[in-house]
């Protein structure tokens, strides 16, 4: 049974009560709201970066510019040696300069495995490079990198081995296009080659081709279908780029950013990676005939 209420006076006097308690309920359940770790289902605060808080709980405390600036204040240049391989063979050609210039030896290479594991490198991957550039993960004590370009077939015979004899990870960058051609790895090697827990399978094109010479659309395409044949054909994600012969441009780099790496090797020659430069990282080339490594790695 409903009961109205007709004396204005009556609704004058609930009127002025509730102009007087509002303000001061209002105040009161916004500090039981500060007070109380979580709102309403949702988490607590969660740590900054979690897929939590991005997903879920977004706090208004900073702008869209200040977090950029504050992942731009977290990043820096990071000294890491990145060792460039290619051939691990005797070179059967002696005549051929090229050729030798490109091969390292398999007793030579394990020289150069026995002393970074002596002298206590570490040996990590592209994705642990960035993060430590972006300054998301803490890099280790001596990190270092070793990459081997173009998929040979002799990195999956010889130098496999020796990486699993020292427990070092390294980095193979195919070329999807040359994978089961005389002298490259099969697909079949590939999937050996990720069962092993040591490597990372990255882009280095579909054909090998000059990339500063492509049309945008070809552009997109080597990068595109490389990194795709990759990331579906061995169940992996591919998040580095290398550039065929090491060319590059400015158009090249922001293409591979468009396609969805997060960092891309030349062969220009440093070992001090900027954040600025993410896109076109230097590396230590390797050169056939050379048993010793120390003097590139500055005696460490």
């Known amino acids: 049974m409903e009961v109205h209420v007709k004396s204005p006076f009556i609704s004058a006097a609930v009127r002025a009560a509730a102009g007087l308690c509002l303000p001061v309920l209002l105040a009161l359940a916004f500090v039981e709201v500060a007070q109380s770790p979580t709102v309403t289902g949702l988490p607590a605060a969660a740590v900054e970066g979690s897929n939590v808080e991005e997903a879920i709980y977004s706090p208004p405390l900073t702008s869209s510019l200040e977090r950029v600036e504050l992942l731009a204040k977290n990043e820096r240049a990071v ?172 158009i090249v780099e922001a293409a591979v950013n468009a396609a969805g790496y997060q960092l891309a090797f030349s062969t220009r020659y440093g070992r001090v990676h900027e954040p600025a430069s993410v896109f076109s990282l230097p590396r230590l080339r390797v050169d056939g005939g050379s048993p010793y490594i120390e003097r590139m790695l500055g005696f460490q």
Request: hydrophobic content about 35%.
């Open 79 to 250: 000294n890491v040696p990145v060792l460039m391989y290619h051939y691990i063979r005797v070179n059967p050609t002696p005549n051929d300069t090229l050729g030798l210039s490109l091969s390292v030896s398999p007793e030579d290479f394990e020289k150069h495995a026995a002393y970074l594991a002596k002298k206590g490198y570490n040996t990590i991957t592209p994705t642990h490079l960035i993060e430590g550039i972006r300054g998301r993960q803490e890099l280790p004590a001596k990190p270092i990198l070793l990459t081997f370009d173009d998929g040979y077939q002799d990195f999956y015979t010889a130098a496999l081995p020796i990486l699993k004899k020292y427990n070092l990870k390294a980095t193979l960058f195919v070329v999807t296009n040359l994978v089961g051609k005389p002298n490259y790895v099969s697909w079949p090697m590939l999937h050996d080659i990720v069962q092993s827990g040591l490597v990372s399978i990255e882009s280095h094109g579909l054909d090998h081709d000059n990339m500063t010479a492509k049309r945008s659309d070809l552009l997109t395409r080597q990068l595109v279908a490389s990194k795709e044949v990759l990331e579906q054909t061995l169940g992996i994600k591919v998040n580095a780029f290398c550039y065929p012969a090491g060319r590059s441009n400015s």
